[in-house]
């Protein structure tokens, strides 16, 4: 084992920062630039053995923690997220890419997450049946798994480890996550912060690594569960994989999220929605919003017309400049594939109404940017509908009626969000209950739950049965103990007499 070089980026194992026993190394870049500004190490079993091991030494204790106490973790937690907000902001984006708002709002949603976890003790009371027979009740209690861990993508480096951690821990497990290896830095800062606030060692690390370390975690015997979010491909081999190595596994994978746009509908408000909800983080969030449904011809026309005026005015930017609406995409590879799903469209026969390929920021030249783009015509046969193309670039499928709108969500492949527009308060209610999608927004481009309700989407969105933090999370993080416990009279006779059995 050794220590990692001056702005390397190591793993975070027993409360100690940049060791490694990794031989490779992966490019962590600016976005912005373009250029490498750091290196992470791309981590081994051997390494996933030493946190496994301190987890093991460290968690029987933290789930012996009363609960209310591990509640007093997660709010001194909050406490230091919020005084660092700005240093973590400004990290964040300069590995991601997005915008110093967006930053702040990753790391705010990641803390909804956390301020549930301060009513842990509340969440985790069981069921009670007094008298379910004479002398008898009947309770059940949740306990921790053991040892979770957390598989996580770049695009939300500080939200979606707290999804995780944050209900793993309180309910009193210990976690290893393994971040995205392309933004690693905010995941260490969060893990130092935890354990600032009291969080006892070994009860949160973080190992970084790419495949040979996710399959370590999902080998391992000591592992008891795993949540992962990423793209669809890669979610459906860890479910599997985890599965069939007897772990509890939760999965979250791509979206292709459409907006219904009712001929009804406001469509300034609509326009200003899409205008985030599409563009918004260049395209990279699974809740983002990336093809557009108008019901009816003339709706597609007057939307398109307003559309068009509001794509050229983004401002595409860098992550520290405050008037931009949005940033560089990840890295190189990235940019090309979006670029590449744009030509596609071209091919297809799909009319390209904004075209943001070749574009240049002066003086950032080499930063890794796309334009806002827009495509009219598209048609559910177009390989680009029905993939993700995580990217800047909105798809406007036409639909006749409103059948046809509710069938284009429902059949396609991912099920995560969808959105309708509407001032039809039946034809909202209807669309709700009909949709075959996990989250749906009434008047909401980006309808992403409420902390203490749950986040999941269905079809190839997510393989597995629970969903991430609210209730559910809980549920996953814990099993259920019921107990049934007879205290009988023992002066009673009958029914109630309390026989001790005797040799005999
Ligand atoms: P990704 O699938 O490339 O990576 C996710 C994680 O898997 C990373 O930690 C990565 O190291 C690991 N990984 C990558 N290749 C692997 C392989 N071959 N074997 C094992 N592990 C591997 O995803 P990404 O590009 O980081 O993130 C973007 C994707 O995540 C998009 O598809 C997006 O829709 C999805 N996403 C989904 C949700 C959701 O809740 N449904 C949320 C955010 C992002």
């Given at each position: 084992?050794?220590?990692?070089?001056?702005?390397?980026?190591?793993?975070?194992?027993?409360?100690?920062?940049?060791?490694?026993?990794?031989?490779?190394?992966?490019?962590?870049?600016?976005?912005?630039?373009?250029?490498?500004?750091?290196?992470?190490?791309?981590?081994?079993?051997?390494?996933?053995?030493?946190?496994?091991?301190?987890?093991?030494?460290?968690?029987?204790?933290?789930?012996?923690?009363?609960?209310?106490?591990?509640?007093?973790?997660?709010?001194k937690f909050k406490e230091l997220v919020e005084a660092n907000m700005e240093e973590l902001a400004h990290t964040l984006a300069s590995e991601h890419g997005k915008v110093i708002a967006d930053a702040?709002?990753?790391?705010?949603?990641?803390?909804?997450?956390?301020?549930?976890?301060?009513?842990?003790?509340?969440?985790?009371?069981?069921?009670?049946?007094?008298?379910?027979?004479?002398?008898?009740?009947?309770?059940?209690?949740?306990?921790?798994?053991?040892?979770?861990?957390?598989?996580?993508?770049?695009?939300?480096?500080?939200?979606?480890?707290?999804?995780?951690?944050?209900?793993?821990?309180?309910?009193?497990?210990?976690?290893?996550?393994?971040?995205?290896?392309?933004?690693?830095?905010?995941?260490?800062?969060?893990?130092?912060?935890?354990?600032?606030?009291?969080?006892?060692?070994?009860?949160?690390?973080?190992?970084?690594?790419?495949?040979?370390?996710?399959?370590?975690?999902?080998?391992?015997?000591?592992?008891?569960?795993?949540?992962?979010?990423?793209?669809?491909?890669?979610?459906?081999?860890?479910?599997?994989?985890?599965?069939?190595?007897?772990?509890?596994?939760?999965?979250?994978?791509?979206?292709?999220?459409?907006?219904?746009?009712?001929?009804?509908?406001?469509?300034?408000?609509?326009?200003?929605?899409?205008?985030?909800?599409?563009?918004?983080?260049?395209?990279?969030?699974?809740?983002?919003?990336?093809?557009?449904?108008?019901?009816?011809?003339?709706?597609?026309?007057?939307?398109?017309?307003?559309?068009?005026?509001?794509?050229?005015?983004?401002?595409?930017?860098?992550?520290?400049?405050?008037?931009?609406?949005?940033?560089?995409?990840?890295?190189?590879?990235?940019?090309?594939?979006?670029?590449?799903?744009?030509?596609?469209?071209?091919?297809?026969?799909?009319?390209?109404?904004?075209?943001?390929?070749?574009?240049?920021?002066?003086?950032?030249?080499?930063?890794?940017?796309?334009?806002?783009?827009?495509?009219?015509?598209?048609?559910?046969?177009?390989?680009?509908?029905?993939?993700?193309?995580?990217?800047?670039?909105?798809?406007?499928?036409?639909?006749?009626?409103?059948?046809?709108?509710?069938?284009?969500?429902?059949?396609?492949?991912?099920?995560?969000?969808?959105?309708?527009?509407?001032?039809?308060?039946?034809?909202?209610?209807?669309?709700?209950?009909?949709?075959?999608?996990?989250?749906?927004?009434?008047?909401?481009?980006?309808?992403?739950?409420?902390?203490?309700?749950?986040?999941?989407?269905?079809?190839?969105?997510?393989?597995?049965?629970?969903?991430?933090?609210?209730?559910?999370?809980?549920?996953?993080?814990?099993?259920?103990k019921t107990v049934t416990g007879r205290w009988p009279d023992g002066s009673a006779s009958g029914d109630n007499a309390f026989v001790i059995p005797t040799m005999g």
């Open positions: 084992m050794r220590r990692v070089a001056v702005h390397d980026i190591g793993h975070y194992i027993a409360g100690g920062a940049g060791e490694t026993e990794a031989a490779r190394y992966g490019d962590v870049f600016d976005p912005n630039s373009g250029k490498v500004q750091k290196r992470v190490a791309l981590g081994t079993a051997a390494d996933l053995d030493r946190a496994v091991a301190a987890a093991e030494a460290a968690q029987p204790a933290w789930a012996a923690v009363n609960p209310q106490r591990r509640a007093r973790v997660m709010f702040r709002g990753d790391l705010m949603r990641g803390l909804d997450v956390i301020e549930f976890c301060c009513g842990i003790p509340h969440a985790m009371k069981g069921e009670f049946t007094h008298g379910a027979g004479p002398g008898i009740d009947v309770w059940s209690m949740r306990q921790p798994l053991g040892i979770g861990a957390g598989i996580t993508p770049f695009n939300f480096p500080a939200m979606i480890p707290m999804w995780m951690f944050g209900v793993a821990i309180a309910v009193g497990n210990a976690f290893i996550l393994k971040p995205s290896e392309r933004d690693p830095s905010v995941p260490v800062r969060l893990a130092e912060l935890m354990r600032e606030a009291g969080l006892p060692e070994g009860i949160l690390q973080v190992v970084h690594g790419d495949k040979e370390m996710v399959d370590a975690i999902l080998d391992h015997p000591a592992i008891a569960a795993v949540s992962f979010v990423g793209s669809s491909d890669i979610a459906h081999y860890v479910y599997s994989r985890g599965v069939a190595a007897g772990k509890r596994v939760q999965a979250m994978g791509g979206a292709k999220n459409h907006g219904i746009v009712m001929p009804d509908a406001d469509l300034d408000q609509v326009v200003n929605d899409l205008s985030g909800a599409a563009f918004g983080s260049a395209g990279e969030r699974c809740m983002a919003l990336p093809v557009v449904v108008p019901v009816g011809e003339e709706t597609a026309e007057r939307l398109r017309a307003k559309l068009i005026p509001a794509i050229n005015a983004l401002r595409v930017g860098v992550s520290t400049d405050p008037e931009a609406h949005y940033g560089p995409v990840i890295n190189a590879a990235h940019k090309a594939k979006v670029e590449n799903y744009i030509q596609m469209g071209v091919d297809e026969g799909a009319e390209l109404v904004v075209d943001g390929r070749g574009f240049t920021l002066q003086g950032h030249e080499k930063g890794f940017f796309v334009g806002p783009t827009l495509f009219d015509r598209v048609t559910t046969k177009m390989k680009t509908y029905q993939e993700e193309i995580f990217g800047p670039v909105l798809q406007i499928v036409r639909a006749h009626d409103f059948e046809e709108a509710l069938r284009l969500p429902s059949e396609h492949q991912y099920g995560n969000g969808v959105a309708i527009f509407t001032r039809n308060g039946h034809a909202a209610r209807e669309f709700a209950a009909r949709v075959n999608v996990g989250m749906v927004g009434i008047n909401v481009p980006i309808p992403v739950p409420v902390a203490y309700h749950t986040f999941g989407g269905w079809k190839r969105s997510a393989f597995g049965d629970t969903n991430q933090h609210g209730m559910e999370g809980v549920k996953f993080w814990t099993k259920v």
